[in-house]
């Protein structure tokens, strides 16, 4: 890619609702900045942008004690140099296995979460996810999490330096199926069909009274 549609890429990124806003330079967590929005938690630490980042919504709403989490978002850089995620650590989970499908090595599976070795382009965008980027698993939950709650997750770079970031629970990207809605109207035809009733039973108690009169 030449640089200016690099340029404009990282102008969309940095202009867009949850683009991360720069911190001071520097390679120490002190440095770095945190955000929540509706999409996921941001951060940035140096030259890099940590957006939207979340464990994909589980089945049910809750990670088991035990479970894998898959790990979504984006690394963005402002750098004109490539940089490197060489980790990822944390005490709510085990390790980490990472499937990236641009590497001709096999998935990365680290019990200490360390030599992840994925590359952050210079001036581009790191994707975390299933499909157009690295594929990465916080494996061995420790503990239940649902939506709403988060875990502390540590990121490592080679050059812009460490940021560690409360990761929420993602929520559903599709409407939930609910329970069919109450047939109101149903229910006025019920009552309709009971006062007709009614009506026909005092009409027949009528003709019945006149008929014994006449008698």
């Known amino acids: 890619m030449n640089r200016a549609p690099r340029a404009a890429v990282m ?7 949850i683009a991360l806003t720069a911190c001071s330079a520097g390679q120490v967590a002190q440095t770095a ?23 994909a919504y589980p089945t049910g709403g809750t990670y088991s004690s035990g479970s894998d989490a898959r790990l ?10 490539e940089d490197t995620l060489v980790s990822i650590e944390g005490e709510a989970f085990d390790g980490v296995e990472v499937l990236d499908p641009d590497s001709a090595a096999p998935a990365a599976d680290s019990s200490g ?6 590359p952050v382009p210079p001036e581009g965008i790191l994707f975390l996810t299933n ?10 939950l420790t503990e239940e999490i649902g939506v709403g709650q ?7 770079f080679e050059e812009a330096g460490e940021v560690t970031v409360p990761v929420p629970v993602g929520t559903p990207n599709r409407d939930l199926p609910r329970g069919e809605a109450f047939d109101f109207h149903g ?17 027949e108690a009528r003709e019945q009274e006149s008929a014994d009169e006449e008698n």
């Not at 979460?113 to 994925?118: C, F, I, Q, R, V």
């Not at 988060?150 to 490592?156: L, M, N």
Request: proline share 2%; aromatic share 2%.
């Open 131 to 140: 499909g157009g980027g690295p594929t990465i698993t916080l494996t061995g």
């Open 113 to 118: 979460s360390a030599d992840l070795d994925l």
């Open 187 to 203: 229910e006025e035809e019920v009552a309709g069909d009971e006062g007709s009733v009614e009506e026909n039973s005092g009409q």
């Open 33 to 55: 900045e945190q955000q929540r929005d509706q999409v996921g938690t941001m951060a940035s630490v140096g030259d890099v942008k940590l957006r939207a980042l979340n464990l």
């Open 150 to 156: 988060s875990i502390d997750v540590t990121f490592v």
């Open 72 to 81: 979504v978002g984006a690394v963005a850089s402002t750098a004109n140099t």
């Open 11 to 17: 102008g969309v990124l940095l202009l867009s609702p």
